[in-house]
């Protein structure tokens, strides 16, 4: 039930934020900030009890939630949570706030709608998440597009129409490849059992051929991908991000380019290990071309957002990267990267676009020589430049390296090119602080500096950085267990005598009694 | 005391912290003493620590502390752990000594400034980050503090960041070492790839027992980490970053030339000497490059005309030195060359840096002169930093520092007899480089009128400077000269002493000493007859322009920065000129497609009952056709 409350939270007091709207502008913010604070406190309630709670089921998972919803199709609402989705889950909570932080001014009209699509795209996420039964898991990957779209048409700049119908094609079109894949995964455990099924632990027992998985895993990599994103299904990106409002922008940079990585490390990749050895160094070489060729136009960039969007890009290369390594080093560099990548470009999205509400532009051009003008946002800028361009002490340095350091034993020469990212990404981050900050004052209007909220708020998030970044233990011992699991999956799948599901199951038994040694 | 070893870093990391978070809430006075406390803080607590650390010395070479597993998973193990033994404890000295000193200077170098507490919150962190670098237990460790310094670098060589040149310093600076950096990280990788383990000392041990010497893997590790250590250092090929980091305020050219940033590549191969022992021709790289980059350097210091670029292309042709020491497997040469040389180089650029403040940020040494009797102070320690750099004997510590480097080329079994005529004559030029700087700015006729002479917080760390620039070569004496090995006994605990050819005496040591100090003394009467005012030449010559292509060469640091320009920079600024992604025309492409065709199709929908009724009639006979077929 646990579960479902945090899913049900922001869902229910959605509608709340709507109609507090004819309180004060203020009521749907807070109303926001208040259910998914609640959301933050169950989730580190949860991480607090660890691996001794266990609600039903039989010890798959850390939490679980078993419902019967259609039962004719073998559909039910199943929820499950682990180390990885409890984690994915407060940084869900944790940027939802921060997103409504930062659209505190820069949202003014129809506030109550905008806080009532941010909570249901929230949920949606939260619920993505949780799902372990495949057509639920699918049911809150669309809901959660909705609201985006809204949130982005509505409250977007000039160029909103294109770039929304931009991120509604080419998320959908990932949907439907998804879609399909999924529904031909069931009928194919009909085939074998004779009984439809849409459940995450009976897909994981059914044996496919070589030729099947490849088309399939190719298929859930193609929806997965098209969220992260990866080239070349990325070109969705740069324009959504730099048109949608800076709440938007952040969730979606923050969260839901993290449900695209989720997906890989849930779904993709132990579903279909037995293609894993096929695919895995196309999808690591997608994930190179990614580092280098979003790094390279991020240096290209003049528009402050489209740099940042652009910079994103190449972060996420290193999750696709580390993921299809196989070893459990990059998979915990993955993790550590969702998390690290999450608050820094969350922190450089709320920065630049309290830039752009000052100046009413995004070109860098028209920029520089802030420093003096506005301390508070330099300094907090030049924080977030140093934690994306890799620096050490930060999160994103542990979740970088560890992926380096892991992928190096199966793919030392892609690992090589990645690392070039690094010098590029000194590059355009360094140019970025170089072409708004310093330099001649280009324009002498005396603007304000960060208010105090969102000074606070970016504060929490760079002590976090550094938090995660000197102390990565604590996410990493909670997905150890998860992680470990991934990679005994993929093992065993490669030698046929021990069906991965067996071992999946046997290991997790083991984490829900806490007796990993 | 031991147990106060995490202090060092932290002291610094704290008075950053403080000044960041609430530098604009302080006073002038409490800045500086913020700033300049946690150093001095640091300092007295090295002299604890070491104190402590002496007691039980060479019985117990190293210690060892723990503050938390920073990774633990998956089979890395990696700590915040600290390592203290004779190497780093010799550059925590250096660091926390020699930056304290800088540190008073600047608090009233810097006193009118805006950005005082900026200033002082970088430095602080920039010393913190060197101490995290030395101090460090594992590699990855070390690569903060790597990372840190270089961002450090970055922020203050762009202090001043209205101007949009220093801004371009700053990046180059940052960029190029990043290069380096990468390398280092790679190196790392194969590293732990290979032995699961990042421990300085542990992996090491590993490598000396799986890798064969001159083994490839040994040759390709030792030659990424070079990389890294060419890039902070400033050594060929990736120095191109050092003259233009003059862009920061002077006591950050002093910071960086002295006690950080410069030495840590020295540092890094010193503290790797068993990997590189494992890679005799990257050893041989190495020497080669040093030699190499202290002659290019030590030509275009020569012709020079700012103050600082002097100085800085000084900086390069002595850590050139110090690599050359490095490749010929006179280790604790090196590290005492790296001593000697944070002394005489601190000294001068903090001489330099109160000659500029006198004559109101005047750095051009065409445009000073006399200053002789107006700043006499300054003079004096000048005169000692420059003598000492030059390797005056017998009573300058450069003297003593470069000998031994040079007698180790002399007598090394892995050395070739044309690289140490080289290095004696970048001896020679070292003299005259030095010497050409004092006759311009202290003798003749006064350019610029001075100021006054600096205070006393500026005057303080001059003269303890120029004190230690002339004494702290008496740590390690040759045996021609009173033999003393306190120097050599100290570091023998940290690193293996040098290898010397077999069947040399004292007499050819005797005779290799004379030709040093014949060379150095040479270029300092070179320079007298070249540039002092009223010399026969300097009075021919001072009517010619300078301007022969030779000349604008040499200033231009023998042109890398023209060759990466054209084979690196303007490709890359070509290649990044388009803003646009080129995968997206796809897609435009697909979207243009599904517009017109949609278009084409809405041509069908007409308003004409007759034609709808048409098509639905075709329609149906082509479907029953189709069904009947």
């Given at each position: 039930?646990?579960?479902?409350?945090l899913?049900?939270?922001?869902?229910?007091?959605?509608?709340?934020?709507?109609?507090?709207?004819?309180?004060?502008?203020?009521?749907?913010?807070?109303?926001?900030?208040?259910?998914?604070?609640v959301?933050?406190l169950?989730?580190?309630?949860?991480?607090?009890?660890?691996?001794?709670?266990?609600?039903?089921?039989h010890?798959?998972?850390?939490?679980?939630?078993?419902?019967?919803?259609?039962?004719?199709?073998?559909?039910?609402?199943?929820?499950?949570?682990?180390?990885l989705?409890?984690?994915?889950?407060?940084?869900?909570?944790?940027?939802?706030?921060?997103?409504?932080?930062?659209?505190?001014?820069?949202?003014?009209?129809?506030?109550?709608?905008?806080?009532?699509?941010?909570?249901?795209?929230?949920?949606?996420?939260?619920?993505?998440?949780?799902?372990?039964?495949?057509?639920?898991?699918?049911?809150?990957?669309?809901?959660?597009?909705?609201?985006?779209?809204?949130?982005?048409?509505?409250?977007?700049?000039?160029?909103?129409?294109?770039?929304?119908?931009?991120?509604?094609?080419?998320?959908?079109?990932?949907?439907?490849?998804?879609?399909?894949?999924?529904?031909?995964?069931?009928?194919?455990?009909?085939?074998?059992?004779?009984?439809?099924?849409?459940?995450?632990?009976?897909?994981m027992?059914?044996?496919?051929?070589?030729?099947?998985?490849?088309?399939?895993?190719?298929?859930?990599l193609?929806?997965?991908?098209?969220?992260?994103?990866?080239?070349?299904?990325?070109?969705?990106?740069?324009?959504?991000?730099?048109e949608?409002?800076?709440?938007?922008?952040?969730?979606?940079?923050?969260?839901?380019?993290?449900?695209g990585?989720?997906?890989?490390?849930?779904?993709?990749?132990?579903?279909?290990?037995?293609?894993?050895?096929?695919?895995?160094?196309?999808?690591?070489?997608?994930?190179?071309?990614g580092?280098?060729?979003?790094?390279?136009?991020?240096?290209?960039?003049?528009?402050?957002?489209?740099?940042?969007?652009?910079?994103?890009?190449?972060?996420?290369?290193?999750?696709?990267?580390?993921?299809?390594?196989?070893?459990?080093?990059?998979?915990q560099?993955v993790?550590?990267?969702?998390?690290?990548?999450?608050?820094?470009?969350?922190?450089?999205?709320?920065?630049?676009?309290?830039?752009?509400?000052r100046?009413?532009?995004?070109?860098?051009?028209?920029?520089?020589?802030?420093?003096?003008?506005?301390?508070?946002?330099?300094?907090?800028?030049?924080?977030?430049?140093?934690?994306?361009?890799?620096?050490?002490?930060?999160?994103?340095?542990?979740?970088?390296?560890?992926?380096?350091?892991?992928?190096?034993?199966?793919?030392?020469?892609?690992?090589?090119?990645?690392?070039?990212?690094?010098?590029?990404?000194?590059?355009?981050?360094?140019?970025?602080?170089?072409?708004?900050?310093?330099?001649p004052?280009?324009?002498?209007?005396?603007?304000?500096?960060?208010?105090?909220?969102?000074?606070?708020?970016?504060?929490?998030?760079?002590?976090?950085?550094?938090?995660l970044?000197?102390?990565?233990?604590?996410?990493?011992?909670?997905?150890?267990?998860?992680?470990?699991?991934?990679?005994?999956?993929?093992?065993?799948?490669?030698?046929?005598?021990?069906?991965?599901?067996?071992?999946?199951?046997?290991?997790?038994?083991?984490?829900?009694?806490?007796?990993?040694? | 005391?031991?147990k106060?070893?995490?202090?060092?870093?932290?002291?610094?990391?704290?008075?950053?912290?403080?000044?960041?978070?609430?530098?604009?809430?302080?006073?002038?006075?409490q800045?500086?003493?913020?700033?300049?406390?946690?150093v001095?803080?640091?300092?007295?607590?090295?002299?604890?620590?070491?104190?402590?650390?002496?007691?039980?010395?060479p019985?117990?070479?190293?210690?060892?502390?723990?503050?938390?597993?920073?990774?633990?998973?998956?089979?890395?193990?990696?700590?915040?752990?600290?390592?203290?033994?004779?190497?780093s404890?010799l550059?925590?000295?250096?660091i926390?000594?020699?930056?304290?000193?800088?540190?008073?200077?600047?608090?009233?170098?810097?006193?009118?400034?805006?950005?005082?507490?900026?200033?002082?919150?970088?430095?602080?962190?920039?010393?913190?980050?060197?101490?995290?670098?030395?101090?460090?237990?594992?590699?990855?460790?070390?690569?903060?503090?790597?990372?840190?310094?270089?961002?450090?670098?970055?922020?203050?060589?762009g202090?001043?960041?209205r101007?949009?040149?220093?801004?371009?310093?700053?990046?180059?600076?940052?960029?190029?070492?990043?290069?380096?950096?990468?390398?280092?990280?790679?190196g790392?990788?194969?590293?732990?790839?290979?032995?699961?383990?990042?421990?300085?000392?542990?992996?090491q041990?590993?490598?000396?027992?799986?890798?064969?010497?001159?083994?490839n893997?040994?040759m390709?590790?030792?030659?990424?980490?070079?990389?890294?250590?060419?890039?902070?250092?400033?050594?060929?090929?990736?120095?191109?970053?050092?003259?233009?980091?003059?862009?920061?305020?002077?006591?950050?050219?002093?910071l960086?030339?002295?006690?950080?940033?410069?030495?840590?590549?020295?540092?890094?191969?010193?503290?790797?000497?068993?990997?590189?022992?494992?890679?005799?021709?990257?050893?041989?790289?190495?020497?080669?490059l040093?030699?190499?980059?202290?002659?290019?350097?030590?030509?275009?210091?020569?012709?020079?005309?700012?103050?600082?670029?002097?100085?800085?292309?000084?900086?390069?042709?002595?850590?050139?030195?110090?690599?050359?020491?490095?490749?010929?497997?006179?280790?604790?040469?090196?590290?005492?060359?790296?001593?000697?040389?944070?002394?005489?180089k601190?000294?001068?650029?903090l001489?330099a840096?109160?000659?500029?403040?006198?004559?109101?940020?005047?750095?051009n040494?065409?445009?000073?002169?006399?200053?002789?009797?107006?700043?006499?102070?300054?003079?004096?320690?000048?005169?000692i930093?420059?003598?000492?750099?030059?390797?005056?004997?017998?009573?300058?510590?450069?003297?003593?520092?470069?000998?031994?480097?040079?007698?180790?080329?002399?007598?090394?079994?892995?050395?070739?007899?044309?690289?140490?005529?080289?290095?004696?004559?970048?001896a020679?030029?070292?003299?005259?480089?030095?010497?050409?700087?004092?006759f311009?700015?202290?003798?003749?006729?006064?350019?610029?009128?001075?100021?006054?002479?600096?205070?006393?917080?500026?005057?303080?760390?001059?003269?303890?400077?120029?004190?230690?620039?002339?004494?702290?070569?008496?740590?390690?004496?040759?045996?021609?000269?009173?033999?003393?090995?306190?120097?050599?006994?100290?570091?023998?605990h940290a690193?293996?002493t040098?290898?010397?050819?077999?069947?040399?005496?004292?007499?050819?040591?005797?005779?290799e000493?004379?030709?040093?100090?014949?060379?150095?003394?040479?270029?300092?009467?070179?320079?007298a007859?070249?540039?002092?005012?009223?010399?026969?030449f300097?009075?021919?010559?001072?009517?010619?322009?300078?301007?022969?292509?030779?000349?604008?060469?040499?200033?231009?640091?023998?042109?890398?920065?023209?060759?990466?320009?054209?084979?690196?920079?303007?490709?890359?600024?070509?290649?990044?000129?388009?803003?646009?992604?080129?995968?997206?025309?796809?897609?435009?492409?697909?979207?243009?497609?599904?517009?017109?065709?949609?278009?084409?199709?809405?041509?069908?929908?007409?308003?004409?009952?007759?034609?709808?009724?048409?098509t639905?009639?075709?329609?149906?006979?082509?479907?029953?056709?189709?069904?009947?077929?």
């Open positions: 039930m646990t579960l479902w409350l899913i049900l939270i922001p869902i229910l007091a959605a509608p709340f934020a709507w109609m507090g709207q004819q309180w004060s502008r203020h009521t749907p913010p807070l109303i926001a900030i208040g259910a998914l604070s959301d933050v169950l989730a580190l309630f949860l991480w607090n009890q660890g691996p001794s709670v266990q609600i039903s089921g010890g798959f998972w850390l939490v679980e939630s078993h419902v019967s919803w259609i039962p004719r199709w073998g559909i039910s609402l199943h929820l499950g949570l682990d180390g989705s409890l984690i994915l889950i407060l940084l869900t909570a944790f940027i939802g706030v921060v997103a409504t932080i930062a659209s505190w001014t820069d949202i003014q009209s129809r506030v109550g709608l905008f806080h009532c699509n941010v909570l249901l795209a929230l949920g949606g996420v939260i619920g993505v998440f949780l799902a372990i039964d495949l057509f639920l898991f699918f049911f809150f990957w669309e809901v959660m597009l909705v609201p985006m779209y809204l949130l982005i048409i509505i409250w977007g700049h000039a160029q909103r129409r294109h770039a929304s119908f931009k991120f509604f094609l080419f998320t959908q079109a990932g949907s439907l490849v998804l879609l399909v894949a999924i529904v031909t995964l069931a009928f194919l455990h009909q085939e074998a059992t004779g009984r439809l099924s849409f459940d995450y632990a009976d897909l027992e059914l044996t496919l051929s070589s030729e099947m998985a490849r088309w399939l895993m190719l298929a859930f193609i929806g997965f991908l098209v969220k992260l994103p990866a080239p070349p299904f990325h070109t969705w990106l740069p324009d959504t991000y730099a949608a409002p800076t709440g938007a922008t952040i969730i979606l940079a923050g969260i839901l380019a993290k449900t990585a989720y997906g890989l490390l849930r779904f993709t990749i132990p579903l279909f290990s037995e293609a894993m050895s096929e695919l895995a160094p196309i999808a690591m070489g997608l994930g190179v071309v580092i280098l060729y979003a790094a390279l136009l991020a240096c290209a960039q003049t528009d402050i957002k489209r740099l940042v969007a652009y910079s994103s890009i190449s972060h996420m290369g290193f999750i696709l990267l580390g993921a299809f390594a196989g070893t459990e080093l990059a998979m560099g993790v550590m990267q969702m998390v690290a990548h999450g608050l820094s470009t969350g922190g450089l999205f709320l920065l630049a676009g309290a830039l752009e509400e100046y009413h532009t995004r070109e860098m051009g028209h920029m520089g020589g802030l420093w003096s003008v506005m301390p508070r946002l330099a300094t907090m800028t030049l924080f977030f430049a140093c934690a994306s361009l890799g620096l050490p002490g930060l999160a994103n340095f542990i979740g970088e390296f560890l992926v380096l350091f892991g992928s190096y034993a199966t793919q030392p020469i892609m690992v090589i090119l990645a690392s070039l990212g690094m010098v590029m990404a000194a590059i355009y981050s360094l140019g970025m602080m170089q072409r708004t900050f310093f330099g004052v280009r324009d002498s209007r005396m603007t304000p500096d960060l208010s105090n909220m969102a000074f606070g708020t970016v504060l929490v998030i760079a002590v976090l950085q550094i938090w970044g000197l102390y990565p233990k604590a996410i990493l011992t909670t997905t150890k267990p998860v992680m470990e699991q991934l990679v005994q999956a993929a093992v065993a799948s490669a030698n046929p005598i021990h069906s991965r599901a067996e071992s999946l199951l046997s290991s997790r038994s083991v984490t829900s009694q806490g007796t990993i040694p | 005391m031991l106060l070893l995490w202090l060092i870093p932290v002291l610094p990391l704290t008075g950053f912290l403080v000044l960041a978070l609430c530098g604009d809430r302080l006073s002038r006075r800045i500086a003493w913020v700033g300049c406390g946690s001095g803080a640091a300092a007295v607590t090295t002299a604890l620590v070491a104190a402590d650390f002496f007691r039980t010395f019985d117990r070479e190293f210690y060892q502390q723990t503050l938390w597993n920073w990774i633990n998973t998956s089979g890395m193990t990696v700590g915040i752990s600290w390592y203290l033994d004779a190497l404890l550059m925590v000295a250096v926390t000594g020699i930056g304290f000193l800088i540190h008073l200077y600047s608090a009233e170098y810097m006193a009118h400034d805006d950005g005082y507490a900026r200033f002082f919150a970088y430095m602080n962190l920039f010393v913190a980050a060197m101490l995290t670098l030395v101090l460090a237990d594992n590699l990855l460790l070390l690569y903060l503090g790597w990372e840190g310094v270089g961002l450090c670098s970055y922020l203050l060589i202090f001043w960041y101007e949009p040149e220093y801004g371009t310093a700053a990046q180059k600076a940052f960029i190029v070492t990043r290069i380096g950096d990468t390398a280092l990280a790679i790392l990788f194969i590293l732990f790839t290979q032995f699961t383990n990042l421990s300085i000392q542990q992996v041990n590993l490598a000396v027992e799986a890798w064969p010497v001159g083994s893997l040994a390709i590790v030792a030659l990424l980490f070079l990389i890294g250590a060419v890039g902070k250092s400033a050594q060929l090929p990736l120095q191109v970053w050092l003259p233009d980091a003059m862009a920061g305020p002077t006591p950050v050219s002093a960086i030339h002295a006690a950080t940033m410069v030495t840590a590549g020295v540092y890094l191969i010193a503290r790797m000497h068993h990997l590189f022992a494992l890679a005799p021709m990257v050893q041989e790289v190495i020497a080669v040093g030699l190499v980059t202290l002659l290019l350097a030590a030509s275009s210091a020569l012709v020079q005309q700012d103050i600082k670029r002097v100085l800085a292309y000084s900086t390069m042709s002595q850590i050139g030195y110090m690599f050359l020491a490095l490749g010929v497997g006179a280790w604790s040469a090196a590290m005492f060359h790296f001593l000697t040389h944070s002394c005489f601190a000294l001068l650029f001489a840096g109160s000659v500029i403040h006198s004559l109101h940020h005047e750095q040494i065409f445009k000073m002169g006399g200053l002789r009797r107006h700043l006499p102070w300054t003079f004096w320690t000048f005169l930093g420059a003598a000492a750099m030059s390797g005056v004997p017998l009573i300058t510590s450069g003297f003593y520092s470069k000998d031994w480097i040079l007698w180790s080329v002399w007598s090394s079994p892995i050395s070739h007899r044309w690289i140490w005529f080289g290095a004696v004559f970048g020679l030029l070292t003299g005259l480089y030095s010497f050409r700087l004092i311009r700015v202290f003798f003749g006729e006064a350019r610029t009128q001075p100021a006054h002479e600096p205070g006393l917080a500026m005057r303080v760390p001059l003269v303890i400077l120029a004190f230690l620039a002339l004494t702290v070569g008496f740590l390690e004496m040759p045996h021609t000269l009173g033999n003393v090995t306190l120097f050599s006994d100290y570091l023998s690193l293996p040098t290898e010397l050819l077999t069947g040399i005496d004292e007499s050819s040591e005797a005779r000493q004379l030709a040093v100090t014949v060379a150095a003394l040479l270029g300092i009467g070179l320079a007859f070249l540039f002092l005012p009223g010399s026969l300097e009075a021919r010559r001072s009517g010619q322009s300078t301007d022969h292509p030779s000349v604008t060469l040499l200033q231009g640091g023998w042109g890398f920065d023209r060759l990466y320009d054209r084979v690196f920079v303007r490709p890359w600024l070509s290649l990044t000129r388009n803003s646009h992604d080129r995968l997206d025309r796809g897609f435009d492409w697909l979207a243009a497609c599904a517009e017109s065709c949609h278009g084409w199709m809405s041509h069908t929908q007409t308003g004409h009952v007759r034609w709808y009724a048409a639905v009639a075709v329609g149906t006979l082509v479907l029953l056709g189709l069904f009947a077929m």
